[in-house]
């Protein structure tokens, strides 16, 4: 089947790890023998960003991360569905298109009746900021898929959609995977933005201090950190290294010892169940992952088993110094996370899920 997907940016991961899940379900499709043209908008601030944090060299770096993989670039100003979405059979309008333009692919499909339409949610926006959600027509989507339960209970109970699944994201593990490294590996790493001070305390609570307090060698990386927290990442003894290919992170993983997950206030309480996708990518290169506290209400992984769960600053210290002193229990743990990733959580999982939706709205 011809498959098209619109999404804020395929090739940026600046601040956007939605493409990180995209794009591992855009090469999966592809291997399964179906076509995918992705769509994203011109002057998108992901890529923006990412063209002057990185340049030009970031882009070409993903060409040859991805070589299957190629986005066309749309003018949202001046965007004729019925032109870009000639000969497509399945439309996935992601959650971070402008409302207009799902509106207008929305009405295509009312008009039409040769695909199928979903709208995909990988946000909180509908628990956090419901309004900005309802300003989406999706009157004539056949449905909605949401990246956790809660979310797709959100469109139901306020009859944004008349259809909706719960669509978790997953491991691309044709580049999640563990990697060999043969020198002196360090301690700690963390991955991930310090965003508007929605995870502040956290990050001082789960990362900062237990590294700072155990004198823990190991690095940050992310975007939109700014001075202050640059500041605190220097007092903790961790280096802050900046943006990171999001494809580059397997090899940084495999440099040092252990991480954290450290989820945003939205994850751990209004939308609980909805780990985001660095948990699926950590546990898929097999490197041993705590994680501060955050419900598993869906039941993706057996907490304590796949992962370690620190209920605050003193547990964290205490499960870091535990896994570090004990290279074969570390080992154990990450064996045990890589297993529930290949057997439940890869992309090809996903894209499986997903055939099963679209046979559905048949």
Not at 106 to 112: D, I
Not at 131 to 159: C, K, M, T, W
Not at 187 to 207: S, Y
């Amino acid at each position: 089947m011809n498959v098209t997907l619109l999404c804020h940016s395929l090739v940026s991961d600046w601040n956007h790890g939605n493409a990180h899940f995209l794009r591992g379900v855009a090469r999966e499709l592809g291997r399964a023998g179906h076509v995918v043209d992705v769509l994203e908008p011109a002057g998108g601030w992901s890529r923006e960003q990412l063209r002057k944090d990185a340049g030009e060299e970031a882009e070409r770096a993903f060409a040859r991360a991805f070589p299957e993989l190629s986005s066309r670039v749309y003018d949202a100003a001046d965007f004729d569905a019925d032109a870009w979405l000639a000969g497509a059979e399945v439309v996935i309008v992601h959650d971070w298109v402008d409302p207009e333009i799902a509106r207008a692919i929305g009405e295509r499909r009312a008009r039409r009746d040769d695909h199928r339409l979903l709208f995909y949610d990988a946000h909180h926006r509908a628990v956090s900021a419901p309004a900005e959600i309802e300003s989406f027509d999706l009157r004539h989507y056949d449905g909605v898929l949401a990246f956790g339960s809660v979310i797709r209970d959100a469109y139901l109970e306020r009859g944004w959609a008349r259809r909706a699944w719960t669509w978790h994201e997953a491991a691309d593990t044709s580049l999640f995977t563990p990697q060999e490294f043969d020198g002196e590996r360090q301690d700690l790493v963390w991955i991930g933005n310090w965003g508007d001070g929605e995870r502040t305390a956290e990050l001082n609570e789960f990362l900062l201090e237990p590294a700072r307090s155990l004198e823990l060698s190991g690095s940050v990386r992310g975007v939109r950190y700014p001075p202050d927290a640059r500041d605190a990442v220097a007092r903790s003894g961790l280096r802050y290294g900046g943006w990171v290919a999001n494809f580059d992170a397997p090899a940084l993983f495999a440099r040092h010892r252990l991480t954290v997950h450290v989820p945003r206030r939205a994850y751990a309480g209004a939308i609980p169940g909805v780990p985001t996708i660095r948990v699926f990518e950590a546990l898929a290169c097999g490197i041993p992952l705590i994680c501060a506290p955050w419900q598993d209400t869906e039941g993706l992984f057996r907490p304590g088993e796949d992962f370690a769960m620190a209920a605050d600053g003193e547990e964290m210290r205490q499960e870091m110094r535990r896994l570090l002193d004990d290279p074969d229990l570390a080992a154990a743990q990450a064996e045990r996370g890589l297993e529930r990733i290949r057997e439940r959580h890869t992309c090809v999982h996903r894209v499986q899920e997903l055939q099963a939706i679209i046979d559905e709205v048949q």
